[in-house]
């Protein structure tokens, strides 16, 4: 498979960036340390180098973060103005949480986290509108959660795509943008359903398992931290059904969002 290019001082930023993530693809896996609310973090003022501290040293003094999916990452944000740390601008989802527990623990990194994501994208979609969406932010760290779309909408007739498509749109949207932002920190996200749902059934799975598999080896082949988010779902069913962490097996509750932002902020702790 080709690989994103990348100079050699570039390559170095990013396995750098690796070694002190600590993840690739092989991602921590299991149920989130806690399942509580926002309202857990730490004061802001607690450094996150000391021991009890935070452990995000990935990210850097004024660092730009963008969240880009489709409607999980959406979660009803307004579009008009799509500010960075503004609560409208991100909705109610686990974007949010993870952006108010960010700018909280780390007030004194000056950081700019934005929302991006449009509700019924599939990977194509994320590609037209890339330029004004990513590039043009320059993130220094880009997290992507893209997929169940890409299977949802073929599944309904609504869309003709299919997992192959799904790979090679994927990899020359990663293509494209280490291409223009060399240094940049990937955060790839696993799609996920949850069966006994108003929406989805056992007939999902063995289909919507290789958009999974496709997900996570693009998380290895680019360096990219890999967010266990169907491995995070499928152990807190076991604590309480799918119909509490999701109505349809899609879209999560509000215990759900909480589980995702509690599963990514792992990711980058590990």
Same mark, same amino acid.
């Given at each position: 498979m080709k690989k994103a290019k990348s100079n050699t001082g570039s390559g170095q930023s990013r396995r750098k960036f690796i070694m002190n993530a600590g993840i690739g693809a092989a991602s921590v896996t299991g149920l989130p340390f806690m399942l509580g609310s926002c309202g857990n973090a730490a004061k802001s003022g607690e450094s996150e180098e000391e021991p009890g501290g935070f452990?995000?040293?990935i990210i850097s003094?004024?660092?730009i973060i963008l969240f880009q999916g489709d409607s999980i990452t959406d979660a009803g944000r307004e579009k008009k103005n799509e500010l960075p740390n503004n609560a409208r601008s991100f909705g109610p989802g686990y974007a949010n949480i993870i952006a108010a527990k960010l700018l909280n623990d780390l007030a004194a990194k000056d950081l700019s986290i934005y929302n991006r994501g449009i509700s019924g994208n599939k990977i194509f979609q994320l590609d037209e509108r890339w330029q004004k969406d990513c590039l043009?932010? /320059?993130?220094?760290l880009l997290s992507i959660l893209i997929g169940v779309?890409?299977?949802?909408?073929f599944r309904n007739g609504k869309y003709d795509g299919t997992p192959e498509i799904y790979e090679n749109d994927y990899?020359?949207?990663?293509?494209?943008?280490?291409s223009e932002l060399p240094d940049i920190k990937l955060v790839l996200c696993e799609p996920f359903i949850l069966t006994g749902t108003t929406a989805v059934d056992d007939s999902w799975l063995e289909p919507f398992s290789q958009y /999974?598999?496709?997900?996570?080896?693009?998380?290895?082949?680019?360096?990219a931290i890999w967010v266990p988010f169907q491995s995070a779902f499928d152990d807190a069913t076991e604590i309480a059904p799918a119909s509490h962490w999701t109505h349809d097996g899609v879209h999560p509750s509000m215990a759900g969002c909480e589980l995702m932002a509690e599963t990514w902020l792992n990711a980058l702790q590990s």
């Open positions: 452990g995000y040293e003094q004024q660092d043009d932010l /320059k993130p220094d779309n890409d299977y949802w909408h990899r020359n949207l990663l293509n494209r943008t280490l /999974k598999e496709i997900a996570a080896r693009l998380a290895g082949e680019f360096e």
